[in-house]
């Protein structure tokens, strides 16, 4: 079965060092993934998503992930975090029936 | 948050009441969804529909009942809740149900308390 599983629940970074949000997933089959980000009281919003070409994808808000079929990962970084990057994370699969298999969530803190 | 917007955004209900949540997006989208959110839990889909029909029911209980009149539009009609059912509602929409690149947008979630 399709699972997707977020390594850490809380992150904490100081502002101005690398963020990594650690994804792996399991699948018998070449997946699409995502990462979404919510911000307290608000919707999911698409950070980026892998289809199947690049495997560097880069993001908004100078978010980055690589997939490695090897490691079957699909971690999430940035080189520099900003007080506004303090969020959850959601790294996401997509199931062939046309679900999404939501990951448990990374709370992510950043520090003055 | 414009592409998908639901209202009201905030709901306090007794569990005697009736109430409906709205969502609606403005994206050309065919496919539309509703999420339960609860604290420490991952996301639960509960309905899909995809052209207006529903194509996903996950074992919701029948006090929660979804309407799609059409493709733009989704409701969610809400009757004799318990406290258990306060949670985040999350609506969302995509391109197509099926396929495999096509992500989904969500709308800002409407927070919901029953006492």
């Known amino acids: 079965a399709q699972s997707v599983t977020q390594l850490d629940s809380h992150v904490s970074v100081s502002e101005g060092t690398p963020v990594l949000l650690r994804c792996n997933y399991s699948?018998?089959?070449?997946?699409?993934l995502f990462w979404y980000v919510q911000h307290p009281n608000k919707g999911l919003q698409l950070l980026l998503k892998?289809?199947?070409?690049?495997?560097l994808v880069k993001g908004i808000n100078g978010f980055e992930a690589e997939f490695k079929k090897s490691e079957t990962s699909f971690h999430l970084t940035k080189p520099s975090a900003h007080m506004s990057d303090a969020a959850e994370y959601f790294c996401?699969?997509?199931?062939?029936?046309?679900?999404?298999?939501f990951g448990q969530g990374t709370e992510l803190s950043v520090k003055p | 948050e414009t592409g998908v917007t639901q209202t009201p955004r905030h709901l306090v209900m007794g569990m005697t009441n009736k109430k409906s949540l709205k969502c609606e997006q403005h994206?050309?989208?065919?496919?539309m969804y509703w999420y339960k959110q609860s604290a420490k839990k991952p996301l639960e889909l509960m309905f899909v529909?995809?052209?207006?029909?529903?194509?996903e029911n996950n074992s919701v209980p029948s006090r929660f009942s979804p309407e799609c009149p059409n493709s733009s539009h989704l409701f969610l009609h809400l009757h004799t809740l318990q406290p258990e059912d306060s949670a985040l509602y999350l609506c969302?929409?995509?391109?197509?149900?099926?396929?495999?690149?096509?992500?989904?947008?969500f709308g800002p979630g409407t927070r919901l308390t029953v006492t």
């Open positions: 994206l050309g989208h065919n496919a």
């Open positions: 969302a929409s995509s391109l197509s149900y099926s396929h495999r690149s096509y992500e989904q947008y």
């Open positions: 529909y995809s052209l207006e029909e529903r194509v």
């Open positions: 892998y289809t199947s070409a690049a495997t």
């Open positions: 996401v699969s997509y199931n062939q029936g046309g679900k999404l298999i």
């Open positions: 699948s018998s089959y070449s997946p699409s």
